[in-house]
């Protein structure tokens, strides 16, 4: 044999051992990639949890996406690229900016169901302040209701209406609105609402992530959203509902989150805040 073909022979060689050590490093590469996608729940860390299936569409809005399952809480202002149509709509009182006809418009399909406190929590006054979204009403026509308290299952995800109201001003009275912990995937996911700090908060069980609203009034302030968290005992918090415009109208400061931050650091507890 000449040296050229021995020569050939041997660069064939260190090729195909070469494509051969990339192929198996690709193979451990997609390997690990399937292996953390098929991870049991119950091995990942709520914060993986948290990552992989709860997003926060802005203002009160969030959307957990599990297992092939797409569930929307207070869809307000939606965009194109957050949208995708929801097996559940979850709706924790009418107004406007957590009840909005434009994100329903591109979430809600045909099989969606949509679960809220009865219609009839809206009143003419809700209606003449402008409050309420009315094209809303073809979606609530569809409604299943719940009051607080009230336990519904659907698809193996749990959804437990509680108590939800301002203590003292006017704009979300004792009964006319709803909290929710959802049990989904092992994890209890509690979404207050617009919410004051209330002592029912202290009643709802095990919460691993809890949802709580900053802007005060008719939501919480960051001393009333840590003292929430006494309360509750959450593993991990998320707060909402601030550093957003509705109609040129800045609700709450974007400094809102970090001021909470500091203030749970300085009491000391163990939940973790997660700014998103």
Same mark, same amino acid.
């Given at each position: !044999?000449?040296?050229?073909?021995?020569?050939?022979?041997?660069?064939?060689?260190?090729?195909?051992?070469?494509? =051969?050590?990339?192929?198996?490093?690709?193979?451990?590469?997609?390997? /690990?990639?399937?292996?953390?996608?098929? $991870?049991?729940?119950?091995?990942?860390?709520? /914060?993986?949890?948290?990552?992989?299936?709860? =997003?926060?569409?802005?203002h009160?809005?969030?959307?957990?996406?599990?297992?092939?399952?797409?569930?929307?809480?207070?869809?307000?202002?939606?965009?194109?690229?957050?949208?995708?149509?929801a097996?559940? &709509?979850?709706?924790?009182?009418?107004?406007?900016?957590?009840?909005?006809?434009?994100?329903?418009?591109?979430?809600?399909?045909?099989?969606? &169901?949509?679960?809220?406190?009865?219609?009839?929590?809206?009143?003419?006054?809700?209606?003449?302040?402008?409050?309420?979204?009315?094209?809303?009403?073809k979606?609530?026509?569809?409604?299943?209701?719940?009051?607080?308290?009230?336990?519904?299952?659907?698809n193996?995800?749990?959804?437990?209406? &509680?108590?939800?109201?301002? $203590?003292? @001003? @006017?704009?979300?009275?004792?009964g006319?609105?709803n909290?929710?912990?959802?049990?989904?995937?092992?994890? $209890?996911?509690?979404?207050?609402?617009?919410?004051?700090?209330i002592?029912? !908060?202290?009643?709802?069980?095990?919460?691993? &992530? @809890?949802?709580?609203?900053?802007?005060?009034?008719?939501? !919480?302030?960051?001393?009333?959203?840590?003292?929430?968290?006494?309360?509750?005992?959450?593993?991990?918090?998320?707060?909402?509902?601030?550093?957003?415009?509705?109609?040129? !109208? $800045?609700?709450?400061?974007?400094? /809102?989150?970090?001021?909470?931050?500091k203030?749970?650091?300085?009491?000391?507890?163990?939940?973790?805040?997660?700014?998103?």
């Open positions: !044999m000449s040296e050229e073909a021995e020569g050939s022979e041997s660069g064939t060689q260190e090729t195909e051992d070469q494509e =051969e050590g990339q192929s198996n490093e690709e193979t451990k590469e997609e390997r /690990e990639e399937v292996e953390e996608q098929e $991870k049991p729940d119950e091995e990942k860390t709520l /914060e993986e949890f948290i990552e992989e299936h709860l =997003e926060h569409t802005g009160a809005g969030f959307k957990i996406r599990y297992q092939g399952k797409v569930i929307y809480i207070d869809p307000y202002d939606i965009s194109g690229s957050d949208a995708e149509e097996d559940i &709509v979850i709706l924790t009182h009418y107004h406007f900016d957590h009840a909005d006809s434009k994100s329903l418009d591109k979430i809600v399909g045909a099989k969606t &169901v949509i679960i809220g406190p009865s219609a009839s929590t809206i009143s003419q006054e809700d209606i003449e302040y402008g409050l309420i979204d009315q094209k809303c009403e979606y609530l026509s569809r409604l299943r209701s719940v009051s607080n308290g009230e336990t519904l299952s659907l193996g995800i749990t959804i437990n209406a &509680v108590a939800s109201y301002n $203590k003292e @001003a @006017a704009e979300h009275p004792r006319k609105s909290g929710y912990v959802i049990t989904i995937g092992g994890v $209890k996911i509690y979404h207050a609402g617009d919410s004051d700090t002592p029912e !908060m202290y009643r709802l069980g095990e919460i691993d &992530v @809890a949802l709580l609203p900053l802007a005060g009034p008719g939501q !919480m302030t960051p001393e009333g959203a840590a003292e929430a968290v006494r309360l509750i005992k959450p593993k991990v918090v998320i707060p909402m509902h601030y550093g957003t415009s509705i109609d040129g !109208m $800045k609700i709450g400061s974007d400094d /809102e989150g970090n001021r909470f931050m203030l749970i650091n300085d009491y000391g507890l163990k939940t973790k805040v997660i700014i998103k």
